[in-house]
């Protein structure tokens, strides 16, 4: 029997157990104390919490969530609706846990939109509702309202089977709308009490949704989650996620997160005016204070556009970023606190960023109303985060200002209308990008009008018209753009039609981040990769290319003389489809199209079949290799009747057979000049047959270091899924899979989906290659062979295997990087640092080539 005795310091049976400590000593010691009480407690007085304390810090655990809470006394303000549960206020459930916050969020707000639209609430109406109780639910958790003044609201008010929860919230949005000199004197004490918001959020007059107890619960659910948390950057896409099952499910699938953003912002504009404030910091005390506050007029003085601006993310982290700085501003001007002691100073300390400075164009008219009011509640968050400086918070309410936000379509908009071009500072923004396969005939018209007559503007994503439009806006200005785009408009045949106007024009990029993972702070993340360019019509020193040798990993900045449009330091050069190589090598020709049907291709069970039936067939049967047959080992056969005798071809009625299928679906076929091959049927579309060549697959993974090519004779058929390079030599086999060739080819090449897509035209036929003498070619030549006999050495492994990063072989590895060597010295003596400085050196040498 424990015999201890002992003072509890206060007691609330379960529901609280205090221990207090002397001012600065351990709270380690109370917290064992206290434990020890709690665990003598007979099982239905244990207390849901444990609050320890010092008079100086706080501690408490909420044993119920398992979630612990610390905090000075200073801090106790902003933490006082922890203690919500000494005035009876429950959690209905577990869902406000502190999980995933912005999931949970997404789900919540979900639920509450589909119970509404169970109930037949939808539309217009729908969406305005949701975006006034969301402001509400934000409210009164960020110091807004009074904290819980809207679920207080709700749980004393509205009746529990949600009869009468539509008249009262609208009697609500009504009271939020009127100024309390104009609120009836016959208004309860509750409502009166709620402020007067005003800045239209308020202003329609909606048919409000009808509420059973399930909806009504639903919404007590939401009011129940601690809003506070939620990040402005996850806000709009919240939003967006609500009104779909499937976005909510995926959400963040199309959602440029904060990281991306600050990856934008940050070399657009602010790292420089962080540079220049801590220049001005560390600067000597003369006139130090008058150039802060010239630096913070500028600051004040800085005008954004986002021209397809969704939910207002750009626009959201940018204010914020900005009101950041100028609170060091101020701080640095004026410290932490103000000195009011002295008589007769009146020192008056007010943030001056506006939110009127911040544009954007939208579309939609729901995530044009989102992201205003997400501007308002982010002012609201800033102005807390001054108050923790100055003591002193900044009206919000009622609302004053707003943020620019115009509901049209960008592209038919005349930007100057929205934004003065002669007071904008920057461009910014994440434009929608679909394909050109998946754009409606209303975007591929706009593309055409942007673009006129510019060849091959067809294949462009829908994101190059804003690339195009900004540089249109932007002529004889100061005005520096930044965009985040797929990385398609900057390989492949899309550079040419997008960038070379755009450099006649005299445009320059100023800083690129390459090729990076999308992803997001939610889960669902899309199968994307992205880049982001910043440009202007004005050319500029310390250009900045930001790098992911692991497009997952956080980048590595690199400094560059010049960035073209394939994001590398080297001469603006833009790559056009070449028919023929630049310099003395053999072609490379596409591989043969079937274009049978099935008629002419065979799996090894078809062939055995066949020879069973027509045995004659067998001197007409060759393996047949696509890419995927090529890299992963499988086996394929097909007929290559190319030469055969009438008389033979008629001997054979199985395969009569097959060539009348052939017949008959080229002759279905909608293309004319399908049909014209149904004349020929029993041969491919195409009969390339080289006596020797290399296979070069037109499509491999993104995760090998080398795209794997090989020799054949004319005795395996090579279809149009690769390239052929007839009668090549071992150099150009050497010169190809070195690291020199497949640095070339990954930042030029097309990609399918995020695998390399080898292209002739592009990649093989601009390829430059090395003035080589015969000692180098020799070099080349023997170092190819040496990777061609290590592959030999694994007979049951196939391509596919000994390329993967994780099980190449050492020795193939090491021929592999002998080879890179040797070719490398074709080119120049100097070791090349990286791809960067090889790409830099390939695109020189292609404009000396060209201008040759």
């Not at 991306?260 to 940050?266: A, D, F, G, V, Y």
């Amino acid at each position: 029997m424990d015999t201890r005795q002992g003072f509890i310091d206060l007691f609330w049976k379960g529901v609280l157990l205090v221990e207090h400590k002397s001012r600065g000593k351990s709270l380690n010691k109370a917290e064992s104390q206290a434990f020890e009480y709690y665990l003598g407690l007979p099982e239905k007085e244990k207390p849901n919490y444990v609050l320890l304390s010092d008079f100086a810090t706080f501690r408490l655990y909420d044993l119920r969530r398992k979630q612990e809470h610390s905090f000075s006394i200073e801090q106790l303000p902003e933490h006082i609706h922890l203690f919500d549960f000494m005035s009876g206020l429950q959690y209905y459930s577990d869902v406000a846990a502190e999980t995933a916050l912005n999931i949970q969020a997404a789900e919540l707000l979900g639920s509450l939109h589909d119970a509404l639209a169970a109930s037949g609430y939808g539309g217009h109406e729908l969406e305005i509702f949701l975006v006034r109780i969301l402001f509400c639910l934000f409210a009164e958790d960020t110091g807004i309202f009074q904290h819980h003044q809207f679920i207080h609201y709700l749980l004393n008010f509205t009746a529990e089977d949600g009869s009468d929860t539509e008249m009262h919230l609208s009697k609500l949005f009504q009271v939020l709308d009127t100024a309390f000199t104009k609120r009836s004197k016959n208004l309860t004490k509750e409502l009166n009490d709620f402020p007067y918001v005003n800045g239209h959020l308020f202003r329609e007059r909606l048919d409000m949704p009808s509420f059973d107890a399930v909806m009504r619960d639903v919404l007590l659910d939401c009011a129940h989650f601690d809003w506070s948390g939620i990040s402005p950057a996850i806000f709009g896409s919240l939003f967006q996620s609500i009104m779909d099952k499937d976005a909510r499910r995926n959400l963040g699938a199309h959602y440029t997160s904060e990281t991306h953003i600050l990856r934008l912002i940050k070399p657009l504009f602010l790292d420089a005016l962080w540079a220049e404030f801590h220049a001005i910091k560390q600067g000597g005390n003369r006139d130090k204070r008058k150039k802060l506050a010239a630096f913070q007029q500028r600051l004040t003085a800085l005008q954004f556009l986002d021209p397809a601006c969704g939910c207002g993310n750009f626009l959201i982290i940018t204010y914020r970023e900005l009101r950041r700085l100028e609170l060091a501003v101020l701080q640095a001007q004026h410290g932490d606190k103000l000195d009011t002691t002295h008589i007769g100073l009146d020192i008056t300390v007010e943030p001056t960023i506006k939110l009127e400075h911040f544009h954007g164009i939208e579309i939609e008219e729901w995530p044009a109303r989102i992201a205003e009011v997400a501007m308002w509640l982010t002012q609201h968050q800033m102005n807390r985060e001054f108050a923790r400086q100055f003591g002193r918070e900044p009206d919000l309410l009622p609302l004053k200002t707003a943020a620019h936000i115009v509901n049209d379509n960008s592209l038919h908009l005349d930007w100057n209308s929205v934004a003065p071009r002669a007071s904008l500072a920057h461009i910014i923004g994440n434009p929608p990008f679909r394909g050109s396969k998946m754009q409606s005939d209303v975007q591929k018209l706009e593309l055409a009008t942007l673009f006129g007559k510019v060849q091959n503007a067809k294949q462009l994503d829908y994101v190059a018209c804003w690339f195009k439009k900004s540089a249109d806006f932007i002529q004889n200005t100061r005005v520096s753009v930044a965009f985040v785009s797929t990385n398609s408009i900057t390989q492949g045949e899309q550079v040419a039609p997008l960038w070379q106007p755009l450099l006649n024009m005299g445009i320059h990029i100023h800083f690129a981040h390459r090729t990076f993972a999308w992803d997001s702070e939610a889960r669902g993340k899309a199968a994307v990769h992205v880049v982001i360019v910043g440009f202007a019509d004005y050319d500029t020193d310390g250009k900045r290319i930001f790098d992911y040798p692991n497009i997952k990993d956080e980048p590595i900045e690199i400094s560059a003389n010049n960035i073209n449009p394939y994001l590398i330091d080297a001469p603006d050069v833009v790559l056009d489809s070449r028919n023929q190589p630049i310099g003395s090598i053999s072609p490379m020709w596409f591989g043969n199209m079937p274009l049978d049907g099935g008629g002419l291709l065979l799996s090894p069970i078809e062939k055995a079949e066949l020879l069973v039936k027509e045995p004659k067939a067998e001197r007409w049967l060759k393996p047949c290799l696509g890419a995927d047959e090529f890299l992963n080992g499988k086996e394929r056969w097909c007929l290559w009747l190319v030469g055969i005798a009438p008389n033979e071809l008629r001997a054979m009625p199985e395969v009569l057979k097959r060539i009348d299928q052939v017949k008959k679906f080229r002759l279905a076929s909608v293309a004319a000049s399908t049909r014209i091959h149904a004349e020929r049927p029993a041969e491919f579309r195409d009969t390339r047959l080289p006596e020797t060549y290399i296979l070069v697959p037109s499509v491999s993974s993104e995760r090998r270091e080398y795209v794997p090519m090989g020799f054949f004779d004319s005795n395996t058929i090579s279809t149009n899924l690769n390239l052929m390079i007839p009668d090549a030599s071992l150099y150009e086999f050497g010169v190809l899979e070195s690291t020199m060739h497949m640095a070339w080819m990954r930042t030029v090449c097309g990609r399918l989906k995020s695998d390399y897509r080898y292209s002739a035209k592009l990649v093989y036929n601009n390829f430059p290659w090395p003035d080589a003498d015969d000692k180098h070619r020799q070099k080349v030549e023997v170092a190819a062979q040496a990777v061609l006999d290590a592959r030999k050495k694994y007979p049951a492994s196939t391509l596919a295997d000994m390329y993967d990063p994780r099980s190449m072989p050492p020795d193939l590895r090491k021929a592999h990087k002998a080879l890179d060597k040797a070719v490398e010295q074709a080119y120049r003596k100097e070791k090349f640092a990286d791809d960067m400085e090889r790409l830099g050196y390939l695109f020189g040498r292609y404009r000396e080539l060209v201008a040759g």
